[in-house]
């Protein structure tokens, strides 16, 4: 498959990118970055996030394009989450309030400090987040959805862009 603005073959197209930390997490002195594990961080013994996804669907296809994000919650609602981490039944629970912590540099305004719910998913699953109904260019991405053709956009943008170093497969 060559990617549509380069010509460079791609291998794969990949359906989701993410970041292995939030945003502030590489702001802060290292003595600050409390913990990183896998889906939880905390900075500074005061500042909570999550780890969870941003789905939004591809035209035509079965297929979802997904962002992994990180998101700001509450003490209150982090610890919470973290109760609930092997918690059958856990997906009936109702959803945080959070600011979304990944900056996603190839949209044309900041993705940091938009508003969220984040919805708990069953055992083994990272939440689901769901962006506030705005006119952001990622909110409606997840209302209206992708063609194909933006989701090889985005990779030629992230394959070639120095930005977007932080965001992994």
Not at 100 to 112: D, F, G, M, R
Not at 118 to 135: D, F, K, M, R, W
Request: charged share 25%; with cysteine.
């Amino acid at each position: 498959m060559k990617c549509p603005h380069c010509n460079n073959e791609l291998s794969e197209l990949p359906l989701c990118y993410g970041s292995e930390a939030p945003y502030y997490f590489y702001t802060v002195p290292e003595e600050k970055r409390t913990e990183l594990i896998r889906d939880f961080c905390v900075i500074d013994e005061q500042h909570f996030f999550i780890r969870g996804h941003i789905e939004i669907p591809i035209i035509d296809s079965k297929e979802k394009f997904i962002w992994s994000v990180w998101v700001s919650l509450s003490e209150e609602n982090f610890l919470r989450s973290n109760e609930l981490l092997h918690v059958e039944g856990r997906e009936t629970e109702k959803p945080y309030f959070g600011w979304l912590s990944t900056e996603l540099s190839i949209y044309p305004t900041t993705t940091l400090s938009l508003k969220t719910m984040v919805h708990t998913q069953e055992v083994g699953a990272v939440p689901l987040i769901e962006l506030e109904q705005t006119n952001h260019p990622l909110a409606v991405e997840q209302r209206e959805g992708i063609t194909m053709g933006r989701v090889k956009e985005i990779a030629h943008l992230i394959y070639h862009s120095q930005d977007e170093q932080n965001l992994k497969l």
